[in-house]
């Protein structure tokens, strides 16, 4: 048993308002209380997360893309046995969706699955990333990116960062979010208890009573986690208080900041090769 061709000439149906009408949080918790979906756009996200095991729920394709973009996607979930519709469209259709220009002819409803605990993520992990309430997905998207790209082993989110399976977040990320261990970090843990899984933590900061970020006893540590806060105000202060050790980036032409993507790209060279 495979897929199924569906011909849509309106997207105006209970089965499509996943894709144009439900907001990407409501999403999350359509099947309340059990886990929700999220939308993966282009082929090489949607197959990253097949690879991950995140099973596809149904296929919404532009006609002229069934043999381009969405080959090897349907070929796979034949492979698999899917039994999934696959909506397709014409792209009169589909421009009815904001921001459908984006989408490369394919999106993608995926289910999704039971996140790790904390405790997991950090037991064989030697350098980690942590958002601290990154809101926006792009910054989100271009963060995990980096980290998969400059050896960190797994990321932390608090509750207060976007969501890493947004659309938007993982489509910028490439789709690597799949491709490195993640989870969210509960209400009630502090991230200074990362130091009971063994690591240090590196605060991002614009301070000046800071390490030098080539610090050898630094560079030299076994477990590093590395804190990096929101877009308007960085770290909360309590964190960067209860941190082992607290970094800048040196910056000339009186830059006084980084964006935080921009800035974890330095970080995770500099603590990522080891």
């Given at each position: 048993?495979?897929?199924?061709l569906?011909?849509?000439k309106?997207l105006?149906t209970d089965?499509?308002r996943?894709?144009h009408?439900l ?6 918790r359509i099947?309340?209380?059990?886990l ?7 082929a090489?996200?949607?197959?990253r ?7 596809p729920a149904?296929?919404?394709v532009q ?10 996607v349907?070929s796979r ?13 014409s792209m ?7 921001g ?5 002819g394919?999106?993608c409803?995926?289910k999704?699955?039971?996140l790790?605990?904390?405790?997991d993520?950090?037991?064989d992990a030697?350098?980690?990333a942590?958002?601290?309430n990154?809101?926006?997905?792009t ?7 980096n980290a998969?790209?400059l050896n960190?082993d797994?990321i932390?989110?608090?509750s207060g960062?976007a ?12 789709g690597?979010i799949?491709?490195l261990p ?8 502090a991230?200074?208890s990362l130091k009971e899984h063994g690591f ?8 000046d009573?800071?390490?030098e970020?080539?610090d050898?006893?630094?560079n030299k540590?076994e477990?590093?986690a590395i804190?990096?806060g ?5 770290l ?10 607290c970094?800048?980036i ?5 830059v006084?900041?980084?964006n935080?993507a921009?800035?974890s ?5 500099q603590?990522?090769?080891r």
């Amino acid at each position: 048993m495979g897929y199924r061709l569906i011909d849509v000439k309106d997207l105006n149906t209970d089965e499509l308002r996943i894709y144009h009408e439900l907001s990407e949080n409501q999403l999350s918790r359509i099947y309340e209380p059990e886990l929700g979906l999220f939308i993966a756009e282009s082929a090489k996200v949607i197959e990253r997360a097949m690879d991950a095991g995140y099973e596809p729920a149904s296929i919404l394709v532009q006609d002229d893309q069934l043999d381009k973009e969405a080959k090897e996607v349907l070929s796979r979930c034949e492979r698999m046995q899917c039994d999934i519709p696959v909506y397709v469209a014409s792209m009169d259709v589909l421009s009815t969706i904001t921001g459908y220009n984006l989408t490369r002819g394919l999106l993608c409803a995926m289910k999704r699955k039971a996140l790790p605990a904390v405790t997991d993520i950090c037991k064989d992990a030697h350098r980690i990333a942590v958002l601290e309430n990154v809101t926006n997905p792009t910054n989100v998207g271009a963060i995990v990116r980096n980290a998969a790209a400059l050896n960190m082993d797994a990321i932390l989110f608090t509750s207060g960062c976007a969501d890493p399976l947004y659309r938007r977040a993982a489509r910028v990320s490439m789709g690597t979010i799949f491709a490195l261990p993640w989870t969210y970090i509960p209400k009630d843990m502090a991230i200074s208890s990362l130091k009971e899984h063994g690591f240090k933590t590196v605060a991002l900061a614009l301070r000046d009573d800071t390490a030098e970020l080539g610090d050898e006893e630094l560079n030299k540590e076994e477990k590093l986690a590395i804190l990096l806060g929101s877009e308007g105000y960085g770290l909360l202060p309590e964190t960067i208080k209860e941190s082992d050790y607290c970094v800048k980036i040196p910056m000339s032409h009186n830059v006084d900041s980084l964006n935080v993507a921009a800035c974890s790209a330095v970080v995770f060279w500099q603590f990522g090769n080891r």
